[in-house]
C-alpha cells in the first residue's frame, strides 16, 4: 500500500512542485501517514437464513444497521450463495423477535462476523436446497446448480424448479421426513483472532500564514479490507470515515469556560466538516487480500479512512511550513496553529 500512496502521490516529484508552489507565495506540504486496522473481534453473531415458499429469502441477524449498508451487504452475501437475484432477499437486522442473539455493530465487525454467520447459514440452505432437488430429479447433491432463483441439474437448464417450489417440497404435510422441515437454517460465527486490514493515507495541505488556516487539496488512500463484497459500499465508507477524521484534526473541539460550563453547546459552535470542507480531489485505490482467518476473506472497513488523518495533516502542515512547528495536538484549529508559527 505504500508503494502505491507513492506512486498516486508523485512523491519523486514533490520537491519540485512545492518548490514552485512557494515561488507563487504559497505554502503548500505533504503529509503521509501509515496504518493498521483491527477488526473482527468476537465473540460471536447469528444468522437466519430462510427460503419462503414464494422463493423470496430472508435473512436475520443481531447486528444494528446505522448507515454502514447492512442491507445491501448481507443480502449479497446470500444471494451469491443461493443464485438469486439480491433484490429477492430481505434482510432484518436488530429486531430480536427475528434473532435474539446477537452482540451488536462495533468496531468494524459487521462483514466480518456477521457477514460470516448469514454465509454459513446460507451454504446450509443451499446444501439442503440440493439435496431435495436431487431427490426430485433423481441425480447427486453434488451436480445441482443454482442460477435466477431455480435449481436444475447440470448441464439441463431447461429442466428446472424454483427455489419457492423447493420450500414446498421441504414442508411436505403427509408422509415422512429425513431432514429439518424448512428451507432454513441459522448458524453463528465466532473468530479465533481479530483479522487486520492496512492501509497509506498522503494529502496535500495549504496553510495560510497570516491567519493559520488549513486548507487541504488533495487526499489520497489505498488500503487493504480483504475481500471487497461491494465496491461503492467500501468506497463510501473510506470517504465518509475521512470526512470523521478531518473533522477531528481541524474542527472538532469540545470547550469549557473557567467554571466548566460547555461553550460548544451547539453545531454553531461545535465544528463538523462539510462538502466546503472536504478536499476538491479525493483519489481512492482499493487493494484486495483476503484474509484466510475467515470463510469469506473479509477484514473491516469502518474505520480505514480515519484512523491516520490527524498524523497526516500535521506530517503536511510541518512540510508546509519547512518543519519550523512541529503539530503536536489535535484539532489543529487556526488560532492553535497561528500561536504555534507565532512562538517559532
Same mark, same amino acid.
Given at each position: 500500500?505504500?508503494?502505491?500512496?507513492?506512486?498516486?502521490?508523485?512523491?519523486?516529484?514533490?520537491?519540485?512542485?512545492?518548490?514552485?508552489?512557494?515561488?507563487?507565495?504559497?505554502?503548500?506540504?505533504?503529509?503521509?501517514?501509515?496504518?493498521?486496522?483491527?477488526?473482527?473481534?468476537?465473540?460471536?453473531?447469528?444468522?437466519?437464513?430462510?427460503?419462503?415458499?414464494?422463493?423470496?429469502?430472508?435473512?436475520?441477524?443481531?447486528?444494528?444497521?446505522?448507515?454502514?449498508?447492512?442491507?445491501?451487504?448481507?443480502?449479497?452475501?446470500?444471494?451469491? @450463495?443461493?443464485?438469486?437475484?439480491?433484490? !429477492?432477499?430481505?434482510?432484518?437486522? #436488530? *429486531?430480536? %423477535?427475528?434473532? $435474539?442473539?446477537? +452482540?451488536?455493530?462495533?468496531?468494524?465487525?459487521?462483514?466480518?462476523?456477521?457477514?460470516?454467520?448469514?454465509?454459513?447459514?446460507?451454504?446450509?440452505?443451499?446444501?439442503?436446497?440440493?439435496?431435495?432437488?436431487?431427490?426430485?430429479?433423481?441425480?447427486?447433491?453434488?451436480?445441482?446448480?443454482?442460477?435466477?432463483?431455480? @435449481?436444475?441439474?447440470?448441464?439441463?437448464? !431447461?429442466?428446472?424448479?424454483?427455489? #419457492? *417450489?423447493? %420450500?414446498?417440497? $421441504?414442508?411436505? +404435510?403427509?408422509?415422512?421426513?429425513?431432514?429439518?422441515?424448512?428451507?432454513?437454517?441459522?448458524?453463528?460465527?465466532?473468530?479465533?483472532?481479530?483479522?487486520?486490514?492496512?492501509?497509506?493515507?498522503?494529502?496535500?495541505?495549504?496553510?495560510?500564514?497570516?491567519?493559520?488556516?488549513?486548507?487541504?487539496?488533495?487526499?489520497?488512500?489505498?488500503?487493504?479490507?480483504?475481500?471487497?463484497?461491494?465496491?461503492?459500499?467500501?468506497?463510501?465508507?473510506?470517504?465518509?470515515?475521512?470526512?470523521?477524521?478531518?473533522?477531528?484534526?481541524?474542527?472538532?473541539?469540545?470547550?469549557?469556560?473557567?467554571?466548566?460550563?460547555?461553550?460548544?453547546?451547539?453545531?454553531?459552535?461545535?465544528?463538523?466538516?462539510?462538502?466546503?470542507?472536504?478536499?476538491?480531489?479525493?483519489?481512492?485505490?482499493?487493494?484486495?487480500?483476503?484474509?484466510?482467518?475467515?470463510?469469506?476473506?473479509?477484514?473491516?472497513?469502518?474505520?480505514?479512512?480515519?484512523?491516520?488523518?490527524?498524523?497526516?495533516?500535521?506530517?503536511?502542515?510541518?512540510?508546509?511550513?519547512?518543519?519550523?512547528?512541529?503539530?503536536?495536538?489535535?484539532?489543529?484549529?487556526?488560532?492553535?496553529?497561528?500561536?504555534?508559527?507565532?512562538?517559532?
Amino acid at each position: 500500500s505504500f508503494e502505491a500512496l507513492l506512486r498516486k502521490t508523485g512523491y519523486d516529484s514533490w520537491p519540485e512542485k512545492k518548490k514552485k508552489y512557494r515561488e507563487q507565495g504559497r505554502y503548500v506540504g505533504l503529509g503521509l501517514a501509515l496504518y493498521v486496522e483491527g477488526s473482527g473481534v468476537g465473540p460471536y453473531e447469528m444468522a437466519r437464513v430462510t427460503v419462503t415458499t414464494s422463493g423470496r429469502v430472508v435473512v436475520a441477524t443481531g447486528v444494528g444497521s446505522q448507515g454502514q449498508g447492512h442491507f445491501t451487504t448481507l443480502a449479497q452475501i446470500a444471494a451469491d @450463495v443461493l443464485g438469486v437475484d439480491v433484490h !429477492e432477499v430481505d434482510v432484518v437486522v #436488530g *429486531d430480536t %423477535a427475528e434473532m $435474539a442473539w446477537g +452482540i451488536g455493530t462495533f468496531a468494524s465487525r459487521s462483514a466480518t462476523i456477521a457477514g460470516n454467520a448469514v454465509y454459513l447459514a446460507a451454504k446450509e440452505v443451499r446444501k439442503k436446497a440440493a439435496e431435495i432437488a436431487a431427490s426430485v430429479f433423481e441425480a447427486n447433491p453434488e451436480d445441482i446448480e443454482f442460477k435466477d432463483g431455480k @435449481v436444475f441439474v447440470k448441464g439441463f437448464p !431447461e429442466k428446472s424448479m424454483s427455489l #419457492g *417450489d423447493l %420450500a414446498v417440497k $421441504a414442508h411436505p +404435510i403427509r408422509g415422512l421426513i429425513k431432514r429439518e422441515p424448512g428451507l432454513e437454517a441459522t448458524k453463528f460465527f465466532s473468530p479465533e483472532q481479530s483479522v487486520f486490514g492496512a492501509g497509506a493515507h498522503a494529502a496535500e495541505v495549504e496553510v495560510d500564514i497570516e491567519t493559520g488556516k488549513v486548507t487541504v487539496l488533495k487526499y489520497v488512500i489505498v488500503h487493504d479490507s480483504g475481500r471487497v463484497i461491494n465496491p461503492v459500499i467500501v468506497e463510501g465508507q473510506i470517504i465518509g470515515g475521512l470526512s470523521n477524521g478531518l473533522g477531528g484534526a481541524l474542527l472538532e473541539e469540545i470547550v469549557h469556560d473557567e467554571q466548566g460550563t460547555p461553550l460548544t453547546a451547539s453545531l454553531a459552535d461545535y465544528l463538523i466538516p462539510t462538502a466546503v470542507e472536504m478536499p476538491k480531489t479525493i483519489e481512492t485505490e482499493h487493494l484486495s487480500f483476503p484474509t484466510p482467518l475467515n470463510p469469506l476473506g473479509v477484514k473491516g472497513v469502518g474505520e480505514g479512512g480515519t484512523i491516520p488523518v490527524a498524523a497526516v495533516i500535521a506530517s503536511a502542515v510541518q512540510d508546509a511550513l519547512d518543519g519550523r512547528v512541529i503539530p503536536c495536538e489535535s484539532p489543529l484549529t487556526p488560532a492553535k496553529l497561528k500561536k504555534l508559527m507565532s512562538s517559532k
